[in-house]
């Protein structure tokens, strides 16, 4: 997946991946109970880690952008069926664009040397790109409720953190199954894009 020219099943996954976000960031409307104490149990950071560890950096990145570029212009793939370029002044919308550089890095982890990952990087790399989804988000929530949203009264930096306790053991179990499931699945990408390559 190192090649230039997008392959077929480059595009696939990219459309595949782009869906699996959508779905993700909306599941509390099919399944209600995910709703804990108002704040919704999405599925976002697992797939997006996923597109980083099974299509590497290049490809998850580039999948993450695509489902950002698709809800600016419009399409309601963001949480409660949002969409259009006025969410960029949403507080959440840093999570948003975090998983672009998380599925980037989680790849980038797992491809950093060319030895077979072990079970151990993918681990690694999936947690490392939640830390950065939490990290990038939060911070843009702080920023957004400090600036231009109306803060909740007595707003504060360790207010904006303990939100995220409620979705954080959730998301650091996803990540972890994100991280022991992927290798056989990364294997086989590879070995077919190796097949690819040769017969091409």
Do not use: H
């Amino acid at each position: 997946m190192t090649k230039t020219k997008f392959r077929t099943i480059d595009l696939t996954f990219i459309g595949m991946f782009v869906a699996l976000m959508a779905i993700g960031a909306n599941i509390t409307s099919w399944v209600p109970f995910l709703v804990i104490g108002g704040v919704p149990i999405t599925l976002q950071t697992f797939f997006c880690v996923l597109a980083g560890a099974l299509l590497g950096r290049r490809i998850g990145a580039l999948a993450m952008t695509v489902y950002m570029l698709i809800g600016l212009f419009g399409a309601p793939v963001f949480a409660k069926f949002g969409g259009g370029f006025s969410s960029v002044m949403m507080p959440t919308f840093g999570f948003i664009l975090s998983f672009i550089i998380a599925a980037y890095v989680t790849g980038f982890i797992i491809e950093k040397n060319n030895d077979t990952p072990s079970v151990a990087r993918f681990i690694v790399a999936t947690l490392v790109g939640m830390a950065i989804n939490y990290v990038i988000g939060t911070n843009w929530m702080y920023v957004a409720y400090r600036f231009w949203a109306e803060a909740p009264e007595g707003f504060s930096y360790a207010m904006a953190w303990s939100w995220m306790l409620v979705p954080l053991p959730k998301d650091i179990i996803l990540s972890i199954i994100a991280g022991v499931v992927s290798p056989r699945i990364y294997a086989a990408l590879q070995k077919n894009a190796s097949y690819s390559q040769r017969t091409a």
